[in-house]
């Protein structure tokens, strides 16, 4: 061949094998599209925060995207937001969009109430896998496995620890790849009876307590994903808890007495007024720690069950679902599709309180550069999404599993076998 | 001139079922227009949705899907739920653990209150002050109270042992700060219309005691109780009916620890149905618990209205 | 024409010193029993946040940041002061029209004889004995279907009847004699005069043991105007308060500033209605 055309060849190969990863770099995970006809949306949403970064959202869609289009953004209260969604569906007023949580959404999906958005999404060429399983796993409905929501954030549990209680007795941090053993002996070693410290208290709720240490031995926490069977009574969740329970029982833990109520909250109150060592806490836990701790503290994943070698956190994603009675079928998909584009979710990449879904690389390192300057491992929080456990519970047994269980073993001190064939019972009786 | 004599003959009988004399049938006329405002306005802001909701006990219905008729089975399931029977027990002990201290001691207090002390008004206004405080701040108060060993109950009882009480979550005692709750926020309620029935008592009846030689307790056991008792009639059935249907309290003083209590030990009828309805979606059978809730109550107050007979006095014959 | 009774009160002149010393001891401390949750609301208004989750909780803030919590609150909610004035609006709508509506009812309950007196009156007690979370989702669709979604109507008109107040006021009636009535029904009264002359000023306690309780289950309806009314424009002070709270944030500085806020009313309209619960008024003279 000639050499003049071989050079030729190579430079034009060369230029676009150069091109390609800049390019892909350039493009982003999801495209807003305009929309078709603009017309009128209402919608619900359950915090005034996020309500404010989703309402600088819309105003930019309605500007690049939708001109004309007009959305009646509405908040209401966390505590009666199901409430008001159960009476505002049968009173046949349930808005155009809205969020929507992953426990909940099974009886919505059961009673046609909200909209499949798959056939959206292969209209817009949105590959719904981009997203991981464990934040729309639970959004998915129907045997093909459709999609019905669009994820709005995820959160992920990680430990935050008391640097300076570890300072104090000479303790190296822990690594990434800890084990339970070296969190039992932390724990030991960090519990301070005569100061009223504690080691650890990691047991609270279903989304960041025990369910993750139950995912970490490959069991699925509490309800298996085909929702057949109370996973409670199986080996792992057993050994988990028991494990936890050692912990309680040795002193390492405080009940849920002593730390002031079921809730993770109050586990880290006393975290944060210094009386607990280490504690289980979600990502959206991190603007409150970093306004109100005060002492050196940092993150680290959960640590790893020594069998298996996984540290499994439960993943949890807010949702954007539409009403499958809405007159404005496509508007509706067309806005949650903005939402969820990287365009849309820049402004929650920025607001910093709330890690956005988008799988674009560059929208994660926004949000994680949105907190400043800090030496705290965040990241932890981003490496636990990766090998996550999805949520597999609901709405019916959600106050049986989430803190009754956990009063029963870690403050009435039943035993884990007791305590667990209770509530299978319950939960047995409420599964299809 | 008899009005009467000049109306068609139906009108005529529609007016005597009214009432046997011209008068009594002016004032029948005067009453049932007196009470029309109010009684058609209750019944059709009420009253309505009251007979939806009861006739949705026959039904099964989950808020989305269309209702079907079920018939009886609603109540057929009542009859062998545990949780319902549960629930019903745990409401019957609120109440005796409310109603007489509550009524009792917003008298106590009432009275009290009536003697021209100093700092009356701000003490008043103390007592008033539950009625008004932010459900939120009282739960959180009392929780942290009742927390064991760090509350300050727990610290109060620590000399007799019950340092280490948890109140809100050992499955026989939450009931006990559920029903402290309840009082505590419903006695400036109670101490208000007690005050009002106390202002209605005529000062000569007093008078006239103190000199026929009565005592302080003899002038309260012989002109201020009978004289209260229409009073003490109406705190009576109004907390009795309240209490039936205590949910608030159970709300937030469970929230922070297992709602409803261990095991539905704090679970009250209200909140049973409120937790059928609205977490398992079963209206239905919500329904049907709030019509048993309801057939209660009625024969309960139905009893008191009966009974009243004996000992409420009334100043003027009704009617 | 207006009547008076004079009343004299029950002296405590009389009372031994120890007895009076024993029934300040027992209501201070009834009292503190009473207020202790109001201080904690009052001092945690005033407190920053990371004095918030103290465990046991405390009753003094260490660095009081009244101003700067107040400004918060507004800078959250900017919205807070038009949300007191829904409420007011609602509150006195609902409180004048229960006053007019409930007091004629009373009034013929309690003076006038007619068929199915004593079932109506029932009925209406009846009502009280439906909790409301019973009847939310019917209540919201009757209000869909008459279009009153989102108005102030909603808010303010089902609550112009009450069951609670007909029978506060009728048994109130009933203790009044009906021989004072009588006098004024012969100088030619009809039951409106009667009513507004004679019955009502000397009701006047048991008004404003109305007044006060009506006024205060108003303020503090909740569950109902979220359910019907939540637009911005016609929310009421409890959603504005409730929404101050988040899913994973209870900023309770913020929440306990709010609330504070509106219990103030409350606290004033009590004070201001005190003087009806004294015994020992004389109430003016016989005028015509």
Redesign the interface.
């Known amino acids: 061949m000639n050499t003049r055309k071989v050079a030729l060849l190579l430079v034009v190969l060369l230029s676009l094998v150069l091109a390609l990863p800049a390019q892909a770099q350039d493009e982003p995970v999801i495209k807003p599209l305009p929309c078709e006809e603009p017309g009128k949306l209402t919608m619900w949403v359950w915090d005034e925060a996020w309500a404010a970064i989703i309402g600088d959202s819309i105003e930019a869609w309605k500007a690049e995207y939708c001109p004309g289009a007009e959305v009646d953004l509405q908040v209401q209260p966390w505590g009666q937001y199901w409430d008001l969604l159960k009476t505002n569906a049968a009173g046949g007023e349930l808005p155009d969009v809205f969020n929507m949580s992953q426990p909940f959404f099974f009886f919505y999906a059961d009673n046609d109430v909200v909209l499949d958005l798959q056939p959206y999404w292969d209209e817009f060429g949105v590959d719904t896998s981009i997203w991981g399983s464990g934040l729309v796993g639970p959004y998915r409905w129907g045997e093909a496995g459709d999609l019905y929501a669009a994820p709005v954030n995820w959160d992920t549990i990680a430990i935050f620890y008391n640097k300076d209680l570890f300072d104090a007795a000479s303790l190296a941090y822990p690594a990434a790849d800890w084990t339970w053993d070296d969190f039992a002996e932390y724990a030991a070693a960090l519990t301070d009876p005569e100061a009223g410290v504690w080691g650890a208290a990691v047991y609270a709720e279903y989304q960041a307590g025990y369910p993750n240490w139950i995912a970490a031995t490959g069991e699925t926490p509490v309800v298996d994903a085909a929702r057949t069977d109370c996973t409670l009574d199986n080996p792992g969740s057993l050994e988990a808890l028991n494990f936890l329970k050692g912990l309680l029982d040795a002193g390492y833990m405080p009940t849920v007495s002593e730390a002031g109520g079921a809730s993770p909250d109050d586990a880290f109150n006393l975290f944060a007024s210094g009386k607990l060592a280490m504690v289980a806490g979600g990502s959206w836990k991190l603007p409150t720690a970093l306004a109100e701790l005060t002492f050196n503290w940092d993150i680290v994943q959960l640590p790893k069950n020594p069998e298996t070698g996984r540290s499994r956190s439960i993943v949890h994603a807010v949702g954007y679902v539409a009403s499958a009675r809405t007159a404005n079928p496509d508007l509706a998909a067309n806005l949650i599709l903005y939402l969820a584009s990287d365009e849309g979710q820049v402004f929650f990449a920025e607001g910093g309180a709330v890690a956005p879904a988008n799988p674009s690389p560059a929208i994660q390192q926004m949000w994680i550069d949105s907190f400043g300057q800090t030496d705290v491992n965040i990241q932890a929080f981003v490496d636990a999404t990766v090998d996550s456990q999805g949520v597999t519970v609901f709405d019916e047994i959600w106050d049986v599993m989430n803190t009754e269980l956990v009063v029963k073993i870690f403050d009435l001190g039943m035993s884990v076998e007791d305590a667990v064939a209770e509530t299978c019972v319950v939960i047995n009786a409420e599964l299809p | 001139m008899n009005p009467e004599s000049r109306l068609p003959a139906l009108a005529a009988r529609a007016l005597s079922?009214?009432?046997p004399t011209p008068l009594?049938r002016r004032?029948?006329?005067?009453?049932?227009?007196?009470?029309?405002?109010?009684?058609l306005?209750?019944?059709f802001?009420?009253?309505?949705?009251?007979l939806?909701?009861f006739s949705?006990s026959v039904q099964e219905w989950?808020?989305?899907?269309p209702p079907h008729f079920v018939g009886l089975d609603n109540f057929e399931r009542l009859i062998s739920d545990d949780k319902f029977a549960q629930a019903l027990t745990n409401t019957l002990k609120l109440i005796g653990l409310t109603v007489p201290l509550e009524v009792l001691l917003a008298l106590g207090?009432a009275v009290?209150?009536?003697?021209?002390?100093r700092g009356r008004?701000l003490?008043?206004?103390?007592?008033?002050?539950?009625?008004?405080?932010?459900t939120?701040?009282?739960s959180?108060?009392?929780?942290?109270?009742l927390?064991?060993?760090?509350?300050?109950v727990s610290r109060l009882l620590e000399p007799v042992g019950l340092g280490e009480t948890?109140w809100l979550?050992?499955p026989g005692l939450v009931l006990i700060p559920i029903a402290a709750v309840a009082i505590?926020q419903r006695?400036?309620?109670d101490m208000?219309?007690f005050?009002?029935?106390?202002?209605?008592i005529?000062?000569?009846l007093?008078?006239a005691a103190v000199i026929d030689g009565a005592g302080?307790w003899e002038?309260f056991r012989h002109v201020t109780l009978p004289?209260l008792s229409?009073?003490t009639?109406?705190v009576m059935?109004?907390a009795i009916?309240n209490a039936?249907?205590i949910?608030d309290q159970v709300y937030i003083m469970t929230l922070?620890?297992?709602?409803?209590g261990?095991?539905g030990s704090a679970t009250t009828l209200?909140y049973y149905?409120?937790r059928r309805?609205?977490?398992?979606?079963e209206?239905g059978y919500?329904?049907a618990?709030?019509l048993v809730?309801?057939a209660l109550?009625?024969a309960v107050?139905?009893f008191q209205?009966t009974v009243q007979r004996y000992w409420v006095y009334?100043?003027?014959?009704?009617? | 024409m207006r009547l008076t009774l004079r009343r004299r009160a029950a002296t405590a002149h009389d009372l031994p010193v120890p007895i009076v010393l024993l029934v300040y001891a027992i209501l201070l401390a009834g009292a503190l029993i009473m207020i202790l949750p109001f201080l904690w609301m009052a001092s945690t208004a005033c407190k920053p946040p990371v004095e918030l989750n103290k465990v046991p909780v405390t009753f003094l803030p260490e660095n009081p940041v009244c101003g700067e919590n107040l400004g918060l609150l507004y800078d959250t909610s900017p919205h807070f002061n038009r949300y007191l004035l829904n409420s007011a609006i609602v509150t006195i709508g609902r409180t004048l029209g229960q006053l007019v509506t409930c007091s004629l009812a009373a009034y013929g309950f309690a003076r006038f004889k007619f068929p199915g007196r004593g079932l109506i009156f029932a009925l209406c007690l009846a009502l009280l004995m439906v909790p409301f979370q019973a009847i939310l989702i019917p209540e919201f669709m009757l209000i869909r279907k008459l279009g009153w979604l989102n108005t102030f109507r909603a808010l303010i008109v089902p609550g112009t009847f009450s069951a609670f107040a007909l029978f506060l006021l009728r048994q109130a009636f009933l203790q009044i004699p009906v021989e004072i009535e009588e006098a004024a029904i012969i100088d030619g009264a009809n039951p409106l005069r009667v009513l507004w002359y004679v019955t009502l000023p000397l009701s006047a306690p048991a008004l404003a043991a109305f007044a006060v309780i009506t006024v205060q289950a108003a303020w503090n309806d909740f569950l109902y105007p979220l359910v019907v009314s939540n637009s911005p424009d016609t929310r009421v002070v409890t959603i504005g308060i409730a929404l101050l709270q988040g899913e994973r944030r209870t900023p309770y500085n913020l929440l306990m500033m709010g609330s504070f806020l509106a219990t103030v009313p409350m606290l004033v309209l009590f004070t201001a209605l005190q003087r009806y619960f004294i015994a020992g008024i004389a109430m003016g003279g016989v005028k015509r």
């Open positions: 079922w009214l009432g009594s004032k029948a006329l005067w009453g049932l227009a007196l009470i029309a405002p109010n009684t306005g209750l019944f802001f009420f009253g309505i949705p009251v939806m909701a949705t989950n808020a989305i899907k207090v009290l209150l009536n003697l021209p002390l008004n003490l008043r206004t103390a007592y008033f002050l539950p009625v008004v405080t932010s939120v701040a009282a959180v108060v009392w929780t942290s109270i927390q064991p060993r760090y509350g300050i948890k979550v050992e505590w006695l400036g309620f208000i219309i005050l009002a029935g106390l202002q209605s005529p000062g000569v007093y008078e302080r002038r004289m229409p009073t009639f109406l059935v109004l009916i039936f249907q949910f922070r620890t297992v709602p409803g261990v095991g209200t149905l409120y309805a609205f977490t398992h979606s209206f919500a329904s618990i709030a809730l309801f109550i009625l107050t139905a209205l009334y100043e003027s014959e009704e009617g």
